[in-house]
């Protein structure tokens, strides 16, 4: 068995062959990737592509998005403030989405209501009919709370 190696880049820096066979290979497979030529166009959006000693085997384009995880409302919130909440949070996320250079955003969401109000606000119900939602969870990297000064006083 050949080994299969993993590599990610900046589009910017994606060799033209290389270029031309995944335009060829998505255009392809249209049927069955959803490929969004948009994404293409996105600040942030790398190449990530697998290959062993015969060539390229895949290719997939990333795109960082922003993720709404989860919505933690008042209590007794009205439908009004929800609807307000949501717009204003909402202005907030395109500016800092267009800060970042973030040009999607994703909402798992089981409440039928909050879903019908962002739904009637510009966001797009994924039909799940035509594509399933998978995660993948790693633990964080530990990072240190706290920097321990390196220079003594020994005075």
Request: aromatic share 10%; charged share 30%; glycine share 4%.
């Amino acid at each position: 068995m050949k080994r299969i190696t993993a590599e990610a880049m900046p589009l910017y820096a994606v060799p033209l062959d290389k270029a031309k066979e995944f335009i060829k290979w998505v255009w392809n497979g249209r049927e069955k990737n959803g490929f969004d030529m948009k994404v293409m166009s996105y600040p942030r959006t790398i190449m990530c592509s697998a290959k062993d000693d015969t060539g390229a085997l895949m290719y997939i384009p990333l795109q960082p998005v922003l993720m709404y995880e989860s919505i933690a409302s008042k209590p007794e919130i009205t439908e009004r403030q929800t609807a307000l909440s949501l717009w204003r949070i909402g202005e907030l996320m395109e500016q800092v989405m267009h800060d970042t250079g973030h040009c999607e955003a994703y909402f798992l969401v089981k409440d039928g209501d909050v879903a019908d109000i962002c739904a009637a606000h510009g966001w797009e119900e994924i039909d799940p009919k035509k594509y399933r939602m998978l995660r993948r969870k790693i633990e964080p990297p530990v990072y240190p709370t706290v920097v321990e000064d390196d220079t003594t006083n020994d005075n």
